[in-house]
């Protein structure tokens, strides 16, 4: 009697071990499978140049503005590259910069057969400055770019254009508080920029 106890005993015992096995080896897939679920998505990666331009002057010379910087948008650096493929000339151009570059273009407002590049930034919240460089001799050459005069400034409050017709520059703004002038709120203010011997000179455009 005692040895059919413990036949009839034995296969209980045996599956309660081998249900004990089977949900540990649940436990862990489950385990698993909740880390898989957790794990966080990766990072995208950053742009390293806020802004980028290619400026082709003609077949196989071409300019390329870049701007860097990490922290502040309006604090950082900017590259100038030029490159020659046809007579494998390469040179390149780094400054700093106080504002956000948001245009550049190439020009020869001298009409001495050298390119002149423009760089414009957005200096302070509505209000745009130029950084100009001339090409030549194998070099950049930096041509200051100047300001408003004193008549102008009085009405200035920023939200200005800088405009290219027919191969010329000119700058527009709208007048703003002209309490001592004839001219009406709103009314917007056009200059014209010529370029000579690296040297700039401003004019009024009247109508």
């Not at 540990?24 to 140049?49: H, I, L, R, Y």
């Amino acid at each position: 009697m005692r040895f059919l106890k413990y036949v009839f005993k034995q296969p209980f015992l045996i599956a309660v071990c081998l249900f004990y096995l089977a949900s540990c080896g649940n436990g862990k897939t489950d385990q698993s499978v909740a880390v898989q679920q957790v794990s966080p998505a990766p990072k995208k990666p950053v742009a390293p140049f806020p802004f980028y331009k290619n400026i082709e002057v003609r077949p196989g010379l071409n300019f390329e503005v870049l701007s860097w910087g990490r922290g502040a948008d309006t604090v950082g650096g900017y590259l100038v590259l030029r490159s020659d493929s046809l007579k494998n000339s390469y040179r390149s151009l780094s400054a700093e910069r106080e504002g956000i570059i948001t245009d550049a273009w190439n020009m020869d407002l001298d009409n001495d057969g050298d390119p002149e590049i423009y760089i414009e930034l957005l200096s302070r919240k509505n209000v745009r400055d130029l950084n100009v460089y001339e090409f030549s001799g194998n070099d950049f050459n930096k041509i200051t770019f100047p300001g408003l005069g004193s008549e102008l400034k009085k009405n200035y409050g920023g939200n200005d254009k800088y405009i290219i017709k027919n191969g010329d520059l000119f700058r527009s703004f709208p007048l703003v508080n002209p309490k001592d002038s004839t001219e009406k709120p709103g009314t917007l203010k056009v200059v014209q920029y010529k370029l000579s011997g690296n040297s700039f000179s401003v004019s009024e455009v009247r109508e």
